[in-house]
């Protein structure tokens, strides 16, 4: 009598499932999944998660069940069997500017964590992950980058453009009309008017805020079907794309693709100078950063940093230019982004989920005649990429910058220093704070917060009041969504005794974009001898979790143990030892 039962050999396509379903012993198992729909032929299928992040509370997600199907039937056409299971998602428009925004980064580990629990509990062949606001992207990338089993991820596309008049609108004007408002430029019923056309239907926020610029990445780093991200949330097209990505995943579950094929140095490296070149959020860097360390890359922030000295911005997109993802989708999408770069050897040619190499994708490109979305390589709209990272006094683990919507290498100001978001967006509005001004923001990075909340309030309101002579460093971060000559992620950050939480209302900060400085005219030295860090805010439960746990913004803010050492660039090292 056998006493054991081995583990059975698994069947072509069915790695790792079988040890659910296969053998005398996995009765029971079987009868659950028999009663969940599964069949004696369907034992010997892969089984695909589709995890979801749909939700009824964003446009962001609320069509994500309806993508769901269209992937579910690729998935049963290409002989898969498809098991769907949802995951929590946080909405950064809804949050911004509330204590609720503490939870939006914080909600990227939870996603990635529960997409891992559920495929790894039933030991799953692949994963589609369908995913929508900003933290999803990130997060489903980390989770398949973590677990290196076949996976992809499908994003649910932009929204469409709202329309005032004849103008085409995004969200962006709505947070600006909300300053334009507070200096009484405008009126309840403008307001009102903004707010009601900003967002049309079903889709993620429409310019090149965060959320487009990670579907973008995802695409160019080849774990995303190229393609299948650019196509708007409300297009008919939507629904081949989505059958497209059930077939393909089952197509990598029998070739044993793994998700690290795809998720390599080379193709980091690539996804960094797409966001660079398409003029992308400077949450990039944190997201690029956190995935590579998933995967156990060696690629970090100054490498996202080079992307954007080779790479000049070419799209003229929001929040810095004119137009929005669906009229780049319009204009050749991606693809044509894609074949530009190839086209100037800034990118190099690495594997895609399509099966197809990255260059191959991207030499199927078409620009639509006469399209003034997509620049060239030697008539760029921008010399320098999107952003970059600076050191120096005030963030010695450095800052990221961003440099679209404005031509501003060099600020002076005196410091005008808040220990919150809400306080900073108050004196804005009561117009304590002005043209000249360096605001300061701090105690909202990662463990200050906790949860390093974005401050597209406050840029916005800046921006609606007509304040441009400004200059804005924060621990936390800024939504893809700002603009203007603000510097976000400074670390170390003021909570864990970052320089920044030394600075004092009145201190002359200057900011060194060419040198890649930020100092402060003061002796921080002197100044921390007698300094008593202030005691952090309360926290509970998986905040006080993640405050716990959280790593510096320089190292992508994981919460996986040991994360690697930030990167710092030699020469700036070299000039932090000459001063001291």
Same mark, same amino acid.
């Given at each position: 009598m056998t006493t054991q039962d081995p583990t059975p050999e698994p069947k072509a396509g069915n790695r790792r499932s079988a040890v659910v379903t296969q053998g005398p012993n996995r009765a029971a198992a079987r009868s659950y999944l028999r009663a969940a729909g599964m069949r004696d032929a369907d034992f010997d299928k892969p089984m695909i998660a589709i995890v979801n992040t749909w939700s009824t509370i964003t446009p962001c997600n609320m069509h994500l069940n309806r993508l769901a199907n269209d992937v579910r039937a690729g998935i049963i056409a290409a002989g898969g069997w498809p098991v769907d299971f949802?995951? $929590?998602? $946080?909405?950064?428009?809804?949050?911004?500017?509330?204590?609720?925004?503490?939870?939006?980064?914080?909600?990227?580990?939870?996603? /990635?964590?529960?997409?891992?629990?559920?495929?790894?509990?039933?030991?799953?062949?692949?994963?589609?992950?369908?995913?929508?606001?900003?933290?999803?992207?990130?997060? /489903?990338?980390?989770?398949? /980058?973590?677990? =290196?089993?076949?996976?992809? $991820?499908? #994003?649910?596309?932009?929204?469409?453009?709202?329309?005032? !008049?004849?103008?085409?609108?995004s969200v962006q004007e709505v947070f600006e009309a909300i300053g334009a408002h507070g200096a009484g430029t405008i009126d309840d019923e403008q307001l009102k008017m903004v707010e009601s056309a900003v967002c049309p239907g079903a889709g993620a926020c429409g310019g090149q805020f965060t959320a487009n610029t990670m579907a973008m990445a995802l695409a160019v780093m080849g774990i995303s079907p190229m393609g299948a991200n650019d196509v708007p949330a409300v297009d008919p097209a939507k629904a081949a794309e989505g059958e497209r990505c059930g077939r393909l995943i089952v197509e990598r579950v029998f070739a044993g693709d793994s998700a690290r094929k795809y998720i390599t140095r080379a193709s980091l490296k690539n996804a960094a100078v797409a966001v660079s070149a398409s003029g992308g959020s400077t949450n990039a860097v944190m997201h690029l950063t956190a995935i590579a360390i998933e995967a156990g890359v060696d690629f970090g922030v100054e490498d996202c940093h080079q992307a954007c000295v080779e790479a000049p911005v070419i799209c003229d997109l929001k929040p810095g230019g004119r137009f929005l993802a669906s009229h780049l989708y319009a204009a050749g999408g991606t693809r044509l982004v894609t074949q530009r770069l190839a086209e100037a050897g800034k990118i190099i040619n690495t594997p895609t989920v399509s099966g197809r190499s990255l260059f191959a994708e991207a030499a199927e490109a078409e620009e639509t005649p006469g399209q003034v979305v997509v620049a060239t390589i030697d008539q760029p709209i921008m010399e320098r990429?999107? #952003?970059?990272?600076?050191?120096?006094?005030?963030?010695?683990?450095?800052?990221? %910058?961003?440099?679209?919507?404005?031509?501003? =290498?060099r600020f002076e100001g005196p410091a005008c220093v808040f220990d919150s978001e809400e306080d900073a967006f108050h004196a804005v509005q009561d117009?304590? $704070? &002005?043209? !000249?001004?360096?605001?300061?923001?701090?105690?909202?990075?990662?463990?200050?917060?906790?949860?390093?909340?974005?401050?597209?309030?406050?840029?916005?309101?800046?921006? !609606?009041?007509? %304040?441009?002579?400004?200059a804005l460093l924060t621990d936390g971060r800024f939504s893809g969504a700002s603009y203007g000559f603000v510097a976000g992620h400074v670390s170390p950050e003021a909570a864990v005794g970052g320089p920044i939480g030394l600075i004092r209302d009145g201190d002359r900060i200057t900011i060194d974009v060419t040198n890649r400085r930020i100092d402060v005219?003061? =002796?921080?030295?002197?100044?921390?001898?007698?300094?008593?860090?202030?005691?952090?805010?309360?926290?509970? &439960?998986?905040?006080?979790? #993640?405050? /716990?746990s959280v790593a510096s913004a320089s190292q992508g803010a994981v919460t996986i143990p040991n994360p690697p050492q930030a990167q710092t660039p030699a020469s700036i090292t070299a000039k932090e030892t000459e001063k001291a």
């Open positions: 949802n995951t $929590v998602m $946080v909405t950064d428009g809804i949050s911004m500017g509330t204590p609720g925004m503490k939870a939006s980064l914080i909600s990227r580990e939870v996603v /990635a964590d529960s997409i891992e629990l559920a495929v790894e509990g039933h030991q799953l062949d692949g994963v589609v992950c369908i995913v929508g606001c900003d933290k999803t992207i990130p997060a /489903a990338a980390m989770a398949l /980058a973590r677990m =290196d089993i076949p996976g992809l $991820v499908y #994003y649910g596309g932009t929204i469409m453009p709202g329309v005032i !008049g004849s103008k085409e609108v990429g999107s #952003y970059a990272v600076i050191y120096g006094d005030v963030a010695p683990e450095g800052a990221i %910058i961003k440099l679209t919507g404005h031509k501003v =290498d117009g304590s $704070v &002005g043209e !000249g001004d360096v605001i300061i923001i701090r105690y909202e990075g990662p463990k200050g917060g906790p949860g390093m909340r974005e401050m597209l309030q406050v840029t916005a309101a800046l921006k !609606g009041r007509g %304040i441009s002579d400004v005219a003061a =002796d921080l030295a002197a100044r921390r001898k007698d300094f008593v860090l202030p005691p952090m805010a309360p926290a509970h &439960g998986v905040f006080a979790k #993640y405050r /716990a």
